[in-house]
C-alpha cells in the first residue's frame, strides 16, 4: 500500500478523507448527493469513506457525548467497502459505495444480528436480508451497521424513553445529549422508535439510514434530530424481514439531511418505478392547495394548533407565512373526524406498572390493532426469519425478559402481556372492529374527505402530531426541519429542532416531496448539532 501524503494525512486528522491528494470531503455534514458526487469524481474511494464515518462513531459514539446510536458495526462493512472502490455510483447502482445504517429490526442475512434491542433476541441473526436490505445491496450501498432503537419499536410497555432497548441503552439526542430528569432519563429524547437511525444521520455517522415507522417512528425523529423523512404509503416499501408491530400501519422509510437525499433513497427503497426526484422544483410550492387543520371557532377538534406550546406555534406561523409567500394557499379547516381516533373501540386499557413511570399503577389506552397484530406477526417474523435464538415466539420473549428482570426489564413489559393475552390469529371481533374503526375516522371520512372537500394537494402538520391519522390510513407524510425550540413541558433546554410535516393520500410521495423540497429551499431551517466537528 502506498504511503499516505502529509496532506493526506492531515485531512484524515480532520475528519475528512482524500483521494490522490484531492480535497477533503466533510463527512459530517456531507449530502447523499454530494457523496455520490465525490464517488463518481473519483475524489474519495468507498473504503476511505467508510473509515470516516468509523472514525466518527467511535468518536461521538462510543466516546465523546456517547450518542449510542449505533448499536453494531458490520464487521464485513470495510471488506464490502474495499470489493467498492472504483465503481462509481451510476443509474443501475445509484449508491455504490455509499455506506448507510439500517435500523436494527430490519434483517440482514450476515454476521450482524437482528434483535429488535431485546436481550432475548441479543443472539438472533436473519436467514436472508429483508428486500429492502437487497435492493440497498443491489444498489452498491454498504451496510455499515445496526441502529439503536427503541425496544421492539416501542411496543413492549407504557410509556418507555424514545431511544431506549435493554440490550443498546439510551441513545442521546445531539442536540442535548447532557440534560437528564430526576430519573436519569434525557430530557429531550432523541424522538422513536428510530431515534438511532436519526442520531446517526444529524451526527454524521453516516449520510442516511433506515428506519421503521407504525405511528410517528419516522416523524418523531426526524423533527427531534433536524432530518428529512419519508414515511411511505403503506405498501410502497416492502416490510417483509422487519420485526412488526402491526402489517396495517408498519412502513419502511428514509432518514436524511436534505429532501433530494430522500428522494434519491426512496427511488430505491420503492416497490414502484418512479423517479422521486424528477419533480423536485424550488417553486413547487406555487398554486398548492395546502390544509391548515385549525379552526379556533371549533376548539373540540382543533387538536393540531389549538393547545400547541408557544414555541412550537411560533415555527409554525413562520412556516405558514413562508409557504404563501411561496405561493401556496392555506386553508383553515377542521378535520372532522380527528376527535374519533383513537375513541371507543379501538383502543384497550392497560395497566402501567412500570416503575419509572409517571402513572405507575394507572391504566394507559393502547390501540387495539397494534396488540393483536403484533402477537400474530411477531410469531410470523421469529418463525420465518429469525434463527440464532430459543426465543421462538411473544411468549418465549415474555418469560424470557420475566427470567431475566434486571437486564430486560427496567420499565417493565406490559404492552406484550396484553398482546401475549390475544388468540393471535386476529380471529377476535374487537380487533376486526378496531381496525374498521380506524379506518372510517382516520381514512374514509378523514382525510380522503377532508382533502377532498377542500381540494387539496397536502395537509400541513406540527411536527409528528399528525402521525395517528396517517399512520391509520396508511397514507404517506414528508417531513422537512422547519426551526428550533428550547423548551420541553415548561423546562428549558438547549435549542433542539422542531419539523413541519405534509401529509397526503395514497401514492402522493411525488407531490409531497416536491412541496417539501420548495419549502425546504425557502427556510434553510437545517442546523446540524453542535459540539460534533470534524475530527
Known sequence: MARATKRNRTARARGGVTRRGLAAIPVDNASLADLQQALAQEKITSSALTRAYLARIKAYDRDGPKLNAVREINPDALAIARDLDG???????????????????????????????????????ARADAPVVKRLRAAGAVILGKTNLTEFANILTVDMPSGYSSLGGQVKNPYSPKLLDDRGIPVVLPGGSSGGSAVAVAAGFCAAALGTETSGSLLSPATQNGLVTVKPTV???????????????????????????????????????????????????????????SDPGDPGNDVY?????????????????????????????????????????????????????????????????????????????????????????????????????????????????????????????????????DLLAAKQRGLDTYMRVHKLDAVLF????????????????????????????????PPYPFGVTFTGRAWSEAKLLRLAYAFEQASKARRPPPGLPML
Not at 443509474?91 to 444480528?113: E, F, M
Open 462 to 493: 406540527p411536527a409528528a402530531l399528525g402521525a395517528a391519522i396517517a399512520a391509520r390510513s396508511g397514507y404517506p407524510s414528508v417531513q422537512v426541519p422547519g426551526g428550533f425550540i428550547s423548551s420541553f413541558e415548561g423546562k428549558k433546554t
Open 87 to 125: 465503481v462509481k455510483p451510476s443509474k443501475k447502482q445509484p449508491l455504490a459505495g455509499v455506506p448507510i445504517l439500517v435500523k436494527d429490526n430490519i434483517a440482514t442475512g450476515d454476521r450482524q444480528h437482528t434483535t429488535a434491542g431485546s436481550v432475548a433476541l441479543a443472539t438472533a441473526r
Open 235 to 293: 405498501g410502497l416499501v416492502s416490510c417483509d424481514g422487519v420485526i412488526p408491530i402491526s402489517h396495517s400501519q408498519d412502513t419502511v422509510g428514509p432518514l436524511t439531511r436534505t429532501v433530494r437525499d430522500a428522494a434519491i433513497l426512496l427511488n430505491v427503497l420503492s416497490e414502484r418505478t418512479v423517479d422521486y426526484t424528477a419533480g423536485l422544483d424550488k417553486d413547487g410550492l406555487k398554486g398548492a392547495r395546502i390544509g391548515l387543520p
Open 305 to 437: 394548533y389549538g393547545k400547541l406550546p408557544k414555541q412550537p406555534a411560533a415555527v409554525m406561523a413562520r412556516t405558514i407565512k413562508m409557504l404563501e409567500r411561496a405561493g401556496a394557499t392555506i386553508v383553515r379547516a377542521n378535520i372532522p373526524t380527528v376527535g374519533w381516533i383513537g375513541g371507543p373501540g379501538t383502543t384497550m386499557n392497560v395497566l402501567i406498572t412500570n416503575p419509572l413511570s409517571r402513572r405507575t399503577n394507572q391504566v394507559a389506552p393502547a390501540p387495539v390493532v397494534f396488540l393483536y397484530e403484533f402477537k400474530r406477526d411477531l410469531n410470523l417474523y421469529l418463525r420465518d426469519w429469525a434463527t440464532g435464538t430459543r426465543n421462538r415466539t411473544l411468549k418465549a420473549i415474555i418469560a424470557y425478559n420475566k427470567a431475566h428482570a434486571r437486564k430486560a426489564l427496567r420499565f417493565g413489559q406490559d404492552l406484550a402481556l396484553a398482546a401475549e393475552a390475544t388468540r393471535g390469529d386476529l380471529s377476535e371481533l374487537e380487533y376486526r372492529s378496531a381496525r374498521a374503526m
